[in-house]
């Protein structure tokens, strides 16, 4: 069975900051990792995903993350945060296509002027 | 083009009715995905289809929940005796089909059992 462990429900910086935000996954076979972010009153939207290509993925809006199999992590970062950043962030993984994606908790970013 | 598509965007029922929530694929979209996402938590997944037919359906919680897909199109989740603990926001996703392919969401379904 596959997992995902999103630490804290609630990360908080300045605008211009560093956005980090943390992603553990646990699988018995190649994941397939996914970052989808939801903004208030919106539907889920795809940021990234990792297909088992390249190690570091480029999304949209400047995020990125890195899958690092030996930690079992793909966290989500962003060199300088933007207001509109505001929103909730979720990490997700399947293992195979077509198949069912299990979520973390999800993580509230909130984006200090 | 149009996104996925659910309807209603909103429902209030009472304990113990039946309730049936619709979404709207993107067209050609032969993949759909069913989640249920409580207050604070991410989604859960419910069911999946592949054309008409539920490839998986072990998340559905018990027999009260059932989803169709008759023409491999538009699919329809319905919940029989409601229970208050089945209030969350119901979300649809549809993807091409091949591959590992994007899952692109609905706005989902907000349900309110009293």
């Known amino acids: 069975a596959q997992s995902v462990t999103q630490l804290g429900s609630h990360v908080s910086v300045s605008e211009g900051a560093l956005v980090l935000l943390r992603c553990n996954y646990s699988s018995s076979v190649p994941p397939y990792l996914f970052w989808y972010v939801q903004y208030p009153n919106q539907g889920l939207q795809l940021l990234l995903k990792?297909?088992?290509?390249?190690?570091l993925v480029k999304g949209i809006n400047g995020f990125e993350a890195e899958f690092k199999k030996s930690e079992t992590s793909f966290h989500l970062t962003k060199p300088s945060a933007h207001m509109s950043d505001a929103a909730e962030y979720f990490c997700a993984v399947n293992i195979g296509a077509n198949s069912k994606l299990t979520f973390g908790k999800g993580i509230t970013l909130s984006v200090r002027p | 083009g149009a996104g996925v598509s659910q309807t209603p965007s909103n429902k209030v029922t009472e304990k113990g009715k039946y309730v049936e929530l619709r979404c709207d694929p993107i067209?050609?979209?032969?993949?759909l995905y069913w989640y249920r996402q409580s207050l604070g938590q991410g989604p859960e997944f419910l069911i999946y289809?592949?054309?008409?037919?539920?490839?998986?359906d072990s998340g559905l919680p018990n027999d009260r929940f059932f989803a169709v897909r008759p023409e491999g199109s538009v699919s329809t989740l319905k919940i029989q005796r409601t229970e208050r603990g089945d209030s969350a926001v119901y979300l649809c996703?549809?993807?091409?089909?091949?591959?590992?392919?994007?899952?692109?969401f609905g706005p989902g379904t907000r349900l309110l059992v009293l």
């Open positions: 289809f592949q054309g008409t037919g539920a490839a998986d």
């Open positions: 996703a549809s993807s091409p089909g091949t591959g590992v392919e994007t899952q692109y």
């Open positions: 067209s050609g979209h032969t993949a």
């Open positions: 990792y297909t088992s290509a390249a190690t």
